[in-house]
């Protein structure tokens, strides 16, 4: 069974950065797409962003609003995707999900998520 | 990025039929056949209830039904349970430029 747990989430002062962990389990890793999810306190699910798996290239996709301050990275020989955070501004606070692609559009399986609270 | 369009609420009473609806446009869901849709508690991980429009990943009860009309998908939910009770979004490809686009979401009430 897949296993998705993040961490790394916490308050952070506006312009700050902070650093998202994934460690995933239950699957093979180094063949998934992954992705990170978000949603702001009230609202709805927000992508954030995408990673290809290596032989697909492991590159990137970003959403427009994050675009420029996020950067996303894997580590196939932890099993860990990433989510650097720059740049932060209040309307980046939420819960942070990760999320494992299945063999279409979707996803597959998420984490629980980790929180993330930008205020001066 | 425009969010798909999904009523923000629905209700049912046990036993019943309820259906959410997602619409979007030829860009997104009219174009693709790659509509998903996720159920969430809060404080817990979404899970995934139907993907490709109308495909149950094992596990899910058959309970839950998919099907899209041009711009319009729908996810039905039949025989409606206290556990049903629940924020629900789908989600949409919609091209390599914008690959992921969700709806607003749609919290459902058991009665």
């Not at chain 2, 993907?51 to 009860?61: A, E, I, N, T």
Request: proline content about 4%; overall charge positive; hydrophobic content about 30%.
């Amino acid at each position: 069974e897949a296993q998705l747990v993040e961490s790394g989430g916490g308050f952070v002062k506006p312009g700050g950065s902070l650093r998202l962990s994934c460690a995933a389990s239950g699957f093979t890793f180094r063949r998934a797409w992954m992705s990170w999810v978000r949603q702001a306190p009230g609202k709805g699910l927000e992508w954030v962003g995408r990673i290809r798996s290596q032989s697909a290239g492991g590159t990137t996709d970003y959403a427009a609003p994050v675009k420029g301050r996020i950067s996303i990275s894997r580590d196939d020989s932890k099993n860990t995707l990433y989510l650097q955070m720059n740049s932060l501004k209040s309307e980046d606070t939420g819960v942070y999900y990760c999320a494992h692609y299945g063999d279409a559009e979707y996803f597959q399986d998420w984490g629980q998520g980790t929180l993330v609270r930008v205020s001066s | 990025q425009s969010a798909l369009t999904q009523p923000p609420s629905a209700s049912g009473s046990p036993g019943q039929s309820v259906t959410i609806s997602c619409t979007g446009t030829s860009s997104d869901v009219g174009g693709y056949n790659f509509v998903s849709w996720y159920q969430h508690h809060p404080g817990k991980a979404p899970k995934l209830m139907i993907f490709k429009v109308s495909q149950r990943p094992s596990g899910v009860s058959n309970r839950f039904s998919g099907s899209k009309s041009g711009n319009t998908a729908s996810l039905t939910v039949s025989g409606l349970q206290a556990d049903d009770e629940a924020d629900y979004y789908c989600l949409s490809y919609a091209g390599s430029n914008n690959p992921v686009v969700f709806g607003g979401g749609t919290k459902l009430t058991v009665l």
